[in-house]
């Protein structure tokens, strides 16, 4: 049998309220709210009683409760506050109950929407206190006036906290998650793990990327020689126990990151950007600042394993080492020597390297293509690399010449820290075993005998621990078998006396292109280059990290004669020795004794290229019977017909390209007799023709060809065998 509920209804309730649904809306801020005030829950959830009292039927009343452990500062996240507004806006609801304004929402912004709705809709809000309708003026003042107090009281609870972590922070006694490498004693104090191999560890990660440079070369390292990270749990079941793990990326870059080990006390490394943050995500939005903007900084505070300069520099290092454009990078594999470093001097950006794999990669151009990218332009200059690498290398070898005993000495040096270091990570790994087995050993030697069962598994767990240093035994001698062996006194003075030799040391083959681009970056700060298009000519300065500046001017190979900046005076010089009746070998002479240069990679002229000049000037050699040349002119055209340099010159292309073409039947041509000369059929409309593709990029030429071929292929009639 139910009980009666007495109804009161209130002034403010109508038959067409109560023809509607009241909705009972539930919420807990946070999940340890919902297990530790469920008090507060349940006087939330007892609201349905209070709606059955005020006259609605117990099936019209709806509780939302999608909302439990959502905070009410913002309504995105909140699909419960999301569901009412909709049903308040579809005029489903007379009535919104809840324990307080707080419960639906603490943002003005949420609240003044939601009394907008219900105001258009003629829907109630009610709480312990009353009934309200929205659409009353008094009643919407006395809302709008609780909305206020609600975000009020929020933004001071919250700044009410913050300023106490703030101001603990500022003492350096904020209770924050320490790093691999600490720990916290009986009083709260940060101290240096007491564990000795940790703290070796953590010293020798520091100490290779103060060697290597690089994130991934310090994991290489770490990974080779079998390095694992000692790492406290921080779990109430793990107690702190000590666990070793093999390194990862992510691990490494946090801890090169984390000012502790540089002594620093550190809050408000990381804050929260609104514009970043995500709708019921409340750890997203952090991004990380610098010092100047941390909370908190408090240096020599605990115990550094190094200083905050070489922090700054570790930092700085890996900053750098980011494949961006407005940064030098990380050294890369290729053979560029200058990638990273190199920019064009028409407009300072960065030039990339690219590789010519038909080549075997073994040649290889500096290009600005920002234009290109960014505005569909033209590139800005672009030049062979193993010009200006080698012209760098000369200067840079000349430069460290007077350094390289002292850089032969300081490897030495860095050589014996490693191994030393190395020794010390082993003789901790195989004492610890040793201590494991021990104990193992006294765990089994304690039992008593006729405890058979705890007997055979100590037993097992003596004979695992005993199995572990054995291994580790080896492994430790497979290890110094296998590592460089230690230098004598006379090997060590040869490489102080080879050290004087150090261009053969840079050209040697254990020295890798990464080695030699980590040498250049130590002393070279930047190098411009820049030139003309059409000119073989180039001008390159070197600024070096002392604030030095080396300038020179360097000749780079061209693709075709006229990019040559001398080719004026050279079809002037070939035009007159033809004339002259000098032959083509006097005329190369001639040109070699001018310091007149060729395109391409040749540094001197020979009788082919004078011959192939002649002939593009329409003037050609032909020996008499005395040896000398009798000039004799060819025109480049007459009247359809075409010589092969005349027309590659009317279409501004390589003869050897329109060579190409014609074995390729693009164009048409004959050869008056056998091994004769070529000459090409091209009218006007076929010159048009040519010029358009000439113009046409090589892969769109390509693409059609295929095409071409393609269709011709599925055209082709279908032929079968209809014999017997």
């Known amino acids: 049998m139910t009980a009666s509920i007495e109804v009161r209804r209130h002034h403010k309730i109508e038959v067409n309220h109560l023809d509607r649904l009241a909705i009972v809306y539930v919420r807990q801020s946070t999940l340890a709210q919902l297990q530790q005030h469920q008090e507060s829950t349940r006087l939330q959830y007892a609201l349905v009683h209070h709606a059955a009292t005020l006259g609605w039927a117990p099936e019209r009343v709806l509780v939302i409760d999608d909302d439990q452990g959502k905070s009410g500062t913002s309504a995105a996240g909140r699909p419960g506050f999301t569901r009412l507004v909709t049903e308040v806006s579809l005029g489903h609801v007379g009535l919104i109950l809840g324990i307080e304004m707080s419960r639906l929402a603490r943002s003005n912004r949420d609240w003044h929407h939601l009394l907008e709705v219900c105001a258009l809709f003629q829907t109630l809000i009610g709480d312990t206190d009353g009934i309200y309708n929205p659409a009353d003026y008094n009643d919407r003042l006395l809302l709008g006036l609780k909305g206020t107090m609600s975000e009020a009281e929020l933004h001071i609870l919250k700044n009410r906290m913050h300023q106490g972590k703030l101001n603990k922070a500022r003492r350096g006694a904020l209770g924050t998650p320490t790093p691999s490498g600490y720990l916290r004693?009986?009083?709260?104090?940060?101290?240096?793990?007491?564990?000795?191999?940790?703290?070796?560890?953590?010293?020798?990660?520091?100490?290779?990327?103060?060697?290597?440079?690089?994130?991934?070369?310090?994991?290489?390292?770490?990974?080779?020689?079998?390095?694992?990270?000692?790492?406290?749990?921080?779990?109430?079941?793990?107690?702190?126990?000590?666990?070793?793990?093999?390194?990862?990326?992510?691990?490494l870059q946090n801890l090169l990151h984390n000012p502790m080990y540089a002594g620093v006390y550190a809050y408000g490394r990381r804050q929260v950007d609104p514009k970043k943050k995500l709708a019921g995500r409340s750890s997203t939005g952090r991004v990380t600042l610098p010092p100047s903007q941390w909370h908190v900084l408090l240096k020599e505070h605990v115990p550094a394993y190094i200083s905050w300069e070489q922090y700054q520099q570790n930092v700085a290092r890996m900053a750098a080492n980011r494949n961006i454009a407005s940064l030098s990078g990380a050294p890369k594999r290729g053979t560029g020597l200058l990638s990273g470093v190199l920019r064009c001097g028409h407009c300072g950006h960065r030039m990339v390297v690219s590789y010519h794999t038909a080549l075997g990669g073994s040649a290889l151009r500096y290009n600005c293509i920002r234009q290109v990218s960014d505005y569909a332009g033209s590139p800005c200059f672009s030049c062979t690399g193993a010009v200006v690498d080698h012209?760098?290398?000369?200067?840079?070898?000349?430069?460290?010449?007077?350094?390289?005993?002292?850089?032969?000495?300081?490897?030495?040096?860095?050589?014996n820290r490693d191994r030393e270091a190395l020794d010390q990570h082993w003789h901790a790994r195989l004492e610890r075993a040793h201590y494991e087995a021990e104990r193992a050993a006294r765990q089994y030697r304690g039992v008593e005998p006729e405890h058979r069962l705890v007997a055979r598994s100590l037993e097992r767990a003596w004979e695992q621990a005993l199995e572990a240093e054995r291994t580790l035994k080896e492994e430790y001698e497979r290890h110094v078998?296998?590592?460089?062996?230690?230098?004598?006194?006379?090997?060590?003075?040869?490489?102080?006396?080879?050290s004087t030799a150090l261009p053969a040391l840079w050209s040697a083959s254990t020295t890798t292109m990464q080695d030699r681009?980590?040498?250049?970056?130590?002393?070279?700060?930047?190098?411009?280059?820049?030139?003309?298009?059409?000119?073989?000519?180039?001008?390159?300065?070197?600024?070096?990290?002392?604030?030095?500046?080396?300038?020179?001017?360097?000749?780079?190979?061209?693709?075709?004669?006229?990019?040559?900046?001398?080719?004026?005076?050279?079809?002037?010089?070939?035009?007159?020795?033809?004339?002259?009746?000098?032959?083509?070998?006097?005329?190369?002479?001639?040109l070699n004794a001018a310091g007149l240069r060729p395109p391409k990679r040749r540094t001197t002229w020979n009788a082919a290229q004078v011959r192939s000049l002649a002939q593009r000037l329409g003037l050609q050699f032909s020996k008499g019977t005395d040896g000398r040349a009798v000039p004799s002119r060819r025109?480049?055209?007459a009247g359809d017909w075409w010589t092969l340099d005349g027309l590659a010159q009317r279409l501004n292309m390589p003869v050897v390209t329109l060579y190409g073409w014609l074995h390729r039947d693009i164009v048409k041509g004959e050869q008056l007799k056998q091994g004769g000369t070529w000459r090409i059929w091209a009218d006007d409309a076929e010159v048009r023709r040519l010029q358009?593709?000439?113009?046409?990029?090589?892969?769109?030429?390509?693409?059609?060809?295929?095409?071409?071929?393609?269709?011709?292929?599925?055209?082709?009639?279908?032929?079968?065998?209809?014999?017997?």
């Not at 230098?487 to 040869?494: C, G, V």
């Not at 892969?699 to 082709?716: F, N, P, Y």
Request: net charge neutral.
């Open 481 to 498: 078998h296998l590592r460089p062996r230690q230098l004598t006194p006379a090997e060590i003075l040869q490489v102080q006396t080879l």
């Open 517 to 590: 681009k980590e040498i250049l970056r130590l002393v070279v700060k930047q190098i411009t280059l820049w030139g003309a298009v059409n000119d073989e000519r180039m001008d390159v300065r070197i600024e070096w990290q002392g604030g030095n500046v080396t300038g020179g001017q360097l000749i780079r190979p061209v693709a075709r004669l006229d990019q040559v900046s001398t080719y004026a005076e050279l079809c002037a010089r070939v035009e007159a020795g033809v004339t002259q009746e000098k032959t083509a070998l006097e005329m190369a002479d001639e």
């Open 635 to 637: 025109p480049p055209r």
């Open 185 to 251: 004693d009986v009083y709260g104090q940060i101290q240096l793990d007491p564990d000795e191999q940790v703290q070796q560890v953590i010293r020798l990660i520091f100490r290779k990327f103060e060697e290597l440079g690089t994130l991934h070369a310090v994991l290489h390292y770490l990974v080779e020689e079998r390095i694992q990270l000692g790492v406290r749990e921080r779990t109430r079941a793990g107690g702190g126990l000590l666990t070793w793990r093999r390194p990862n990326r992510m691990t």
């Open 391 to 415: 012209w760098v290398t000369a200067q840079l070898l000349e430069a460290l010449t007077p350094v390289s005993v002292a850089l032969s000495l300081e490897a030495q040096a860095a050589l």
């Open 692 to 724: 358009v593709l000439r113009a046409e990029p090589i892969g769109a030429r390509q693409h059609r060809q295929w095409v071409s071929k393609a269709t011709s292929m599925l055209e082709e009639p279908e032929v079968r065998d209809v014999s017997p």
